[in-house]
């Protein structure tokens, strides 16, 4: 692989400071759409991963007990900057994920909404109270932050993931630890060193760089009270056992295959733009991106017509470019992804548009491959039964709205799912009918906004609480219930019988 010759070392970050280990090893960080190392990420062993817990737990009792009035001074702040130099953050994310920096723009932006909402905790945070629940009794409700949480990471949104968490995580008065994927760590750096401007206190947020050690140390050590994970199913069923083994509070959001239904009475056209948008937007690496088109009926000809034409016009590049999909993340990875096209051709597919072949407006040694279009795919091949997360959108041909529901329901994965029709009664029907968490009527990416919350069903995600929205604060905090009476001469004296309300 082509080396710069400045090569940096990408850090920790504890106390408001950078900071590499000496012990810990390093893994190569790449810039997707030139194949040049641009940095090398620290990776933590155990005991640089406990100094950064450690550093986390310092931290807590003094955020825990500091008023709502400075945490959201401090959050608004935050906001503030980050609004104003999102462009940066932005610029990075391209340059170590690969996606155009409006598209990276789009992700903070998604990331951004998630503080606003923190930024109203403390009505977020109000409990309940009832005067008088028994005589001169009154009874109120509060919720208290639970200590140092952990946040780790995916590589496909370096920003906004992250973002679902820390800022209700903060809000709510805990300390956190992100743990960002390995193949792009610089983006959790710009933040910290953007709280640490906004004046958030020592400790409050830290980054911890690292691998498999990281995230067991984080795992494991009794400091850590909550972990919040997003990534594939199976490290998120691993993080999500071994979490809840030692006590912790889990939310796993893992992997996805996300089905669009098109329905006869479909806008064809509408429902070919969005496919063509949510397949091939961030070089398919999203969670809730469309994989499998589900044509019902006697459109598929025509549907299939109408995305190739507008698949046939994405401009692949360099994303700091005038390109409409960059490449994808690693070299590993896009030859992953190619080789499940490679598999469907075996298998019998059709393949429309070969992204195999793409001439990409970028360097030589990018990780280039252009969106795929295949058709007439079965659901015994892998191109149909594997996460690919990449550029490829799948068409399987059925007769009825039924076999398109059942073919959804039969999956492993329930994280999106969007339906195209002009048929209201069609829509409310499949909404009520599909097990899927987040669900698109003429909406291709259905993702919640902040003030509601994020989360699949069956193994796109381990635990009982999505992400942001209330469920995010019920996840960051725990409730108390008090129950009191103030002297008063007339108390009943010695009962020993079972509170009784009277
Ligand atoms: P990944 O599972 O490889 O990595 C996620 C995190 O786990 C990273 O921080 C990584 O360092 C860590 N990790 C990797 N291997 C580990 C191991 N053996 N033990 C412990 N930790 C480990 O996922 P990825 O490739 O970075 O991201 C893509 C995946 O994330 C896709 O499956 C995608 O669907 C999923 N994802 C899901 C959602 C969602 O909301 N459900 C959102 C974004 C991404």
Redesign the pocket.
């Known amino acids: 692989m082509p080396e710069v010759e400045e090569i940096r070392t990408i850090p920790h970050w504890v106390d408001n400071k950078p900071f590499v280990g000496a012990g810990g090893t390093t893994s190569p960080v790449t810039n997707p759409a030139s194949g040049v190392i641009t940095g090398h990420v620290a990776l933590a062993n155990v005991e640089e991963s406990r100094q950064v817990i450690n550093a986390a737990a310092a931290a807590f009792p003094a955020w825990r007990d500091a008023s709502l009035a400075k945490r959201t001074t401090i959050l608004f702040k935050f906001r503030e900057l980050l609004n104003e130099r999102k462009l940066e953050l932005a610029e990075i994310i391209t340059s170590e994920h690969g996606k155009v920096v409006s598209d990276a723009l789009g992700e903070v932006s998604r990331g951004q909404e998630v503080v606003e909402f923190a930024c109203g905790i403390a009505h977020l945070l109000k409990g309940g109270t009832t005067e008088n629940a028994s005589t001169n009794v009154d009874v109120h409700s509060v919720r208290q932050p639970l200590g140092p949480v952990a946040i780790?990471?995916?590589?496909?949104?370096p920003a906004m993931?992250p973002m679902w968490f820390f800022p209700i995580a903060i809000a709510a008065g805990n300390t956190v630890v992100l743990?960002?994927?390995?193949?792009n760590p610089s983006a959790a750096i710009w933040v910290a060193e953007l709280w640490a401007e906004a004046g958030l206190p020592a400790g409050v947020f830290n980054v911890l760089q690292?691998?498999?050690t990281a995230?067991?140390e984080l795992l494991t050590n009794p400091a850590v009270k909550a972990v919040s994970?997003?990534?594939?199913?199976?490290?998120?069923e691993?993080?999500y056992a071994t979490g809840t083994a030692h006590g912790k509070r889990v939310q796993a959001?893992?992997?996805?295959k996300n089905h669009a239904i098109v329905l006869p009475d479909a806008d064809l056209d509408l429902a070919a733009d969005a496919m063509v948008n949510a397949g091939f937007g961030s070089a398919g690496?999203?969670?809730?991106a469309i994989s499998v088109i589900v044509a019902v009926g006697n459109i598929a000809d025509e549907l299939v017509q109408k995305i190739k034409e507008r698949t046939l016009t994405l401009k692949t590049g360099d994303g700091t470019r005038d390109s409409d999909m960059g490449p994808l993340v690693t070299k590993a990875?896009r030859d992953k992804v190619a080789s499940y096209v490679d598999a469907g051709e075996r298998d019998g597919v059709t393949i429309v548009v070969d992204g195999r072949t793409v001439q990409p407006d970028g360097e030589a040694n990018g990780f280039w491959l252009g969106p795929t279009l295949i058709d007439n795919v079965t659901t015994d091949m892998s191109v149909y039964t594997d996460?690919i997360?990449g550029p490829v959108l799948s068409v399987l041909r059925v007769d009825s709205y039924e076999e398109a529901l059942d073919l959804i329901n039969a999956g492993p994965f329930g994280?999106g799912t969007a339906i195209f029709t002009n048929d209201g009664g069609a829509a409310r029907r499949f909404q009520n009918e599909v097990e899927v968490g987040m669900i698109g009527i003429n909406v291709p990416i259905p993702v919640p906004t902040a003030y509601y919350s994020?989360?699949?069903w069956k193994s796109?995600?381990f635990g009982d609480t999505h992400?942001h929205g209330i469920e995010g604060v019920h996840f960051f905090t725990r409730g108390k219930v008090v129950t009191s009476r103030w002297l008063d001469p007339s108390h009943g004296g010695i009962n020993l019988g079972f509170p009784q309300n009277n």
């Open positions: 780790i990471s995916p590589f496909n949104f993931v743990k960002p994927s390995e193949k690292g691998d498999k995230v067991d994970f997003v990534g594939s199913t199976p490290i998120a691993y993080v959001l893992g992997g996805a690496e999203r969670c809730m990875h996460e997360f994280n994020f989360g699949g796109s995600l992400a």
